[in-house]
């Protein structure tokens, strides 16, 4: 089993919602990462945080929105998504942000109609 | 241009059958080559990190080696719990973040 955890699994929202993806890791992990994956292609990197901050940015669209409160817990808001952005959306922790040993969760599912 | 490729897209196995999988790499100043396994519909799971030329890393019927110029990830007598997409990965100079292969899905058959 994964330790670290993703919820919803699966999500499905219109154009105009707003929804959130959660991730949470209890291994004492400083570095924290968003992931996109399409199918059939490798994950893409979104977002780092480090020790809570926002460290890299991989020139996302403002409609995803990464939130980092607390050392443990990651979130990624999402407003306004378009049909393109269905994916699988994978969070990952790691001891520090030069770590190559990433331990990445199940992830969400989002289907945007 | 930093790059990874990897070979081949797609391999089916015998149950027993050993065999290689191939990742190629051009990277200036490479920190780490990494193993990862993913089973469909999941998050990748690690698998090795290696650092310089002629290092090798071993889990159960997994093997990874590095050259200056490729890394092998052999399977021997492998199994159908083995099936999955063995993803490769690199950090170098230019960012301490991954860059993943496109990867390889493994089938083996019983």
């Known amino acids: 089993d994964t330790e670290v955890t993703q919820t919803p699994k699966h999500l499905v929202m219109g154009m105009t919602n707003k929804k959130s993806l959660k991730c949470e890791q209890h291994?004492?992990?400083?570095?924290m990462y968003w992931y996109k994956q399409k199918a059939k292609k490798p994950p893409e990197l979104m977002f780092v945080?480090?020790?809570?901050?926002?460290?890299i940015n991989e020139s996302v669209p403002s409609r995803f929105s990464p939130e980092c409160p607390n050392s443990s817990l990651l979130n990624l808001h999402l407003h306004a998504l378009q049909p393109e952005d269905s994916a699988l959306y994978l969070c990952?922790?790691?001891?520090?942000?030069?770590?190559?040993?990433?331990?990445f969760g199940e992830g969400s599912r989002l289907t945007v109609l | 241009e930093d790059q990874v490729t990897q070979s081949p897209e797609a391999l089916r196995l015998q149950e027993g059958e050993s065999s290689s999988l191939n990742c190629s790499y051009t990277v200036s100043g490479l920190r780490g080559l990494f193993w990862y396994r993913q089973d469909p519909g999941k998050g990748p799971e690690f698998l090795f990190t290696?650092?310089?030329a002629g290092e090798e890393k071993e889990k159960e019927r997994l093997k990874a080696t590095l050259t200056k110029k490729e890394s092998f990830l052999h399977i021997t007598a492998p199994k159908p719990e083995d099936s999955a997409t063995y993803l490769c990965a690199f950090s170098g100079a230019g960012s301490y973040q991954l860059t993943f292969g496109k990867g390889t899905k493994l089938s083996v058959i019983p």
């Open positions: 290696l650092y310089s």
């Open positions: 990952a922790s790691s001891q520090g942000d030069r770590s190559g040993e990433l331990f």
């Open positions: 945080y480090s020790y809570e901050k926002l460290s």
């Open positions: 291994m004492g992990h400083r570095a």
